[in-house]
C-alpha cells in the first residue's frame, strides 16, 4: 500500500495529507501527527546442495510462472528468517531442512508485489521426500552446468556467483 492509498488515517481518522518527510512523499495525519512509513518486504531462501547439485522448484503462479527457483517465500511477522526458508523448503519440496549458515542477503525488488530483500541460507536435508506442493509443480535437484531457465535475479546471482572470498567461506558484510 502507498502513502496516497490512504485517505484516512488509521489511529484518529482525520483525513491524511501528502507531504514532503524523511526523504519520500508521505501521507500524514494533520491532528495526531501520524507518519506512514513503508515496510520492506523479506523473503527468505535455501541453497540446498547434494552430490554436486543444488534444489530448485519450478513456480506454478506469476510471476516467472514455469522458471525455477529456490525453494523461498516471504516471511511472516515475528517468524525467524532461517526458521521461514526452513519451512518454505518443507511446503515446496517436501524435504525438512537444517539451516547451516547465512549465504546472501540480496537486495532489489523484481516486480510491485515482490522482496526488498531476499536472505539465503545454506542448509542440509535431514528427512523428507522429495515431491513439489505449495507453489510449486516440480521439484528437481540440478548441477551447475545444467541449471534449467531461473526466475529471480537473486536466485541468479546466488547460483552464477563465484564462491564466497572469505577466508571461511562465509558472507562477508
Not at 2 to 20: F, H, I, M, N
Not at 56 to 84: H, K, M, Y
Request: aromatic residues 8%; hydrophobic residues 40%.
Amino acid at each position: 500500500m502507498g502513502s496516497s492509498d490512504y485517505k484516512y488515517c488509521p489511529r484518529c481518522a482525520t483525513p491524511v495529507t501528502l507531504e514532503d518527510r524523511y526523504g519520500a512523499v508521505r501521507a500524514v495525519c494533520p491532528n495526531c501527527k501520524w507518519i506512514h512509513f513503508f515496510d520492506p518486504k523479506v523473503a527468505a531462501a535455501v541453497l540446498v546442495e547434494r552430490d554436486g547439485r543444488v534444489l530448485l522448484v519450478r513456480r506454478v503462479g506469476e510471476p516467472f510462472r514455469g522458471l525455477w527457483t529456490l525453494p523461498a517465500g516471504f516471511i511472516n511477522s515475528g517468524e525467524d528468517p532461517a526458521e521461514a526458508a526452513a519451512r518454505e523448503c518443507l511446503e515446496e519440496t517436501g524435504l525438512s531442512v537444517r539451516v547451516t549458515r547465512l549465504f546472501d542477503v540480496v537486495a532489489g525488488r523484481e516486480h510491485p508485489n515482490g522482496a526488498d530483500f531476499v536472505i539465503v541460507y545454506q542448509a542440509e536435508v535431514i528427512s523428507g521426500e522429495l515431491k513439489a506442493d505449495d507453489d510449486a509443480d516440480a521439484a528437481e535437484w540440478f548441477a551447475q552446468e545444467n541449471l534449467p531457465p531461473l526466475a529471480f535475479q537473486a536466485t541468479k546471482k546466488v547460483l552464477l556467483r563465484t564462491p564466497p572470498a572469505a577466508e571461511d567461506g562465509g558472507l562477508s558484510i
